[in-house]
């Protein structure tokens, strides 16, 4: 879909790397209509927006002057979610993984046998990720083809990119909820991939989504990675070393394999375009295993500190150059806000900084150019919302940061007391970004709108330059 082409003039934040993030309170991006960031001009006063403008070739463009308490910054990217578990969302929390899979996840993933359900369920859960904020979502729906298609469908007619699949499971699973061979489990997996693909967009696509290596026999993941080898260009995500009892179980089932990932990797399923969540517990050889291959980590930590799976670390990936995302990985995780994930990646990074503490072997006071046991800064936590998540889904040419010939696929924060966010509203400093400190300040808010905002201040969400949601969304 097109919409008319755009300029923005006013604050932007855009991240650059691991350890930076530009701060640009007087910033002109101009989008064309079909939603590609045509250019963007940085340190611009007002009275130079015209020319700017005429230099462009752009004068008789639609032209929108930010609030001086509202910036621009690249949507968010959540790559781990359930959409199937929505129903479930803050219950079970008791459990430990496999136990909550058996009392809580399994029986609520059951229910979408029945379209009608997937058709009551699904659109909210779409409205409340957009209005979170997620521009870009890799979605595991349950097993069922139909209700799956569904969940393509509301996507589609949502405006947000995302990537779909359906559960591989044929053992190891309730009699109710469990595909009856690894041939239908293929075949309704093929025939989602033809489905989606028919689908008249270029933001839903399909992915290969065996549910995890206890859910799959050998022959099943077999046929996947054989599906996966001879379609290189779907892309494949899964569970990986979550939680200790499935690790154990997991390698009881595959006792020719020597790691979590090996099993994976000796299936055709390890690739630069998998993305496995949460990687809680992994042997340094699995780290490396996953560096030669090239894929990526959804970083899950709300999931991992409710289901007290473990601690994430994080560092000692981005140390390697492993590429790590966020992923909500509801409803392991409570909260469907990578905002929440964001704050909990930065508690879970001081958990690990304190458990090295005193460690002989912690690279924590080595160098200050690692990561490693060590809290997450500000800069990166927002480069893993949104550069790290596309990277992991091989977006990066595509979204992630305010580039020319990226996508344009935008949040509008908002800090105005309007927004009635009382953790934030109270912060006010009516100058806006014309002063002096006009860069300190847009940082300082960025960092209050991380661990602060909410859904309340995100007033505007764009993919692909196309308004799909936010607070001052009436559609
Ligand atoms: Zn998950």
Known sequence: MTTSARVYYGAIINPVDLRHFDALPR???????????????????????QDLLAKHSWSDVELFALDKWDWLMPGFIDTHTHACQFPNIGIGQQYQLLDWLENVTFPTEAKFADTAYAKQIYPSVLTRLISNGTTTCCYYASLHLESTKILA????????????????????????????????????????????????????????????????????????????????????????????????????????CETYADVYDSHGLLKHNTILAHAVHLEPREIELIKTRNAGISHCPTSNLNLSSGSVKVGEMLDKGIKVGLGTDCSGGFAASILTVVQHASIMSKVVSFEARGKVNSTASKSDSTFADKPLPVATLLYLATVGGARVCNLQDTVGSFEVGKSFDALRISLNPRTKNPGISAYEDPSGFKGADSEKLLRERLEKFLFCGDDRNIAEVWVAGRLIGGQNFSG
């Open 153 to 256: 469908d509301i996507a589609h007619a949502s405006g947000q990119r995302a990537y779909i699949g359906k559960c591989n499971m044929d053992r190891e699973s309730p009699p109710t909820y469990i595909e009856s061979s690894p041939e239908q489990s293929v075949a309704d997996t093929e025939a989602l991939i033809k489905y989606i693909r028919s689908l008249p967009t270029t933001l839903v696509h399909p992915i290969i989504t065996p549910r995890f290596a206890i859910s799959c026999t050998s022959l099943l993941l077999h046929q996947l990675g054989a599906l996966a080898a001879k379609d290189p260009t779907v892309p494949i995500q899964t569970h990986i070393s979550e939680n200790l009892a499935e690790i154990a179980f997991t390698k009881s089932l595959f006792k020719d």
């Open 27 to 49: 910033a002109l991006i101009g989008v064309t209509s079909d939603g590609e960031i045509a250019w963007l001009e940085k340190d611009v006063e007002d009275h130079q927006v």
